[in-house]
């Protein structure tokens, strides 16, 4: 599942959908809620209020974020690097100076894998590698010497997760538990919240058009928000968006395209 996630968010760097199966489509969904969806909104167990949204002025990306980050570091590349066609560990001098770190001590006690690295990013002076271990993902840097040898820089723990273009940030969704859709079901009820700092208060028309990728057993929907600038961190509150399908969802898997992976909703 996290492989064919990330084909798709490569296929955003060419702004074209790829193939999975019969083919998904990754397009943006107009449907927001209307004006009957704010009588009785739902409140999900976590606390808050479900609020009728604004219908967005903004026009959503055609697919969802095409780049990865590990959380709290300047680590930041193109979600093809984790793709089928990655370049594992290779034979370079960089890749070698890696291999040999990681076979001490000193990269055990900071939880680095031995194997299952991928070179993410290269520059004339640094080389970035991921891998996933046991325990999640670790990130380690290599740096160019002033004799022109390569050597370990750094590395770590990585929260790897999906990178919102600039400017955008994500609102985390789960269904909505009033009105779960049947397998004929053509638009999704969902109820989402801001995860960066918004003055405690819904998007409104920051909200962008939802993402929806749909593939043969999958449907990927991610929720993008134009960020507040110099916003206060209080509990932002439940909305409400419905998202539309091109197909009946049927008995397909829910997926919320902000994390990586994505996360199952249903």
Not at 51 to 73: H, I, K, L, R, Y
Request: proline share 11%.
């Amino acid at each position: 599942m996290a492989r064919a996630w990330a084909i798709g968010l490569a296929c955003a760097l060419a702004l074209a959908a790829c193939a999975d199966g019969p083919g998904p489509t990754a397009r943006p969904s107009p449907a927001l809620s209307g004006p009957a969806a704010s009588a009785g909104a739902a409140t999900p167990s976590g606390g808050g209020d479900a609020t009728q949204p604004v219908p967005p002025t903004t026009p959503a990306p055609s697919a969802a974020p095409a780049t990865m980050a590990c959380s709290g570091t300047d680590v930041a590349f193109p979600s093809a690097a984790l793709g089928p066609l990655a370049e594992v560990l290779p034979l370079t001098p960089q890749g070698r100076a890696l291999a040999a770190y990681v076979a001490t001590t000193a990269a055990t006690e900071l939880g680095l894998p031995r194997d299952g690295w991928r070179r993410v990013s290269l520059t004339p002076a640094k080389a970035t590698f991921v891998a996933s271990s046991g325990r999640g993902w670790a990130f380690a840097t290599v740096a160019l010497q002033a004799d022109g040898s390569w050597f370990f820089d750094e590395g770590g723990s990585c929260d790897l997760t999906a990178k919102a273009p600039a400017g955008l940030g994500f609102a985390l969704w789960r269904p909505d538990p009033s009105a779960r859709p049947a397998a004929d079901a053509t638009r999704l009820s969902v109820l989402a919240r801001e995860a960066a700092c918004a003055n405690g208060q819904a998007p409104g028309p920051r909200l962008l058009a939802p993402i929806v990728e749909e593939a043969a057993m999958t449907v990927t929907v991610t929720l993008l928000v134009a960020r507040l600038p110099n916003a206060d961190c209080q509990a932002n509150p439940w909305f409400r968006v419905d998202v539309s399908l091109s197909n009946p969802l049927g008995s397909r898997t829910l997926l919320d395209g902000s994390t990586y992976p994505p996360t199952r909703r249903g």
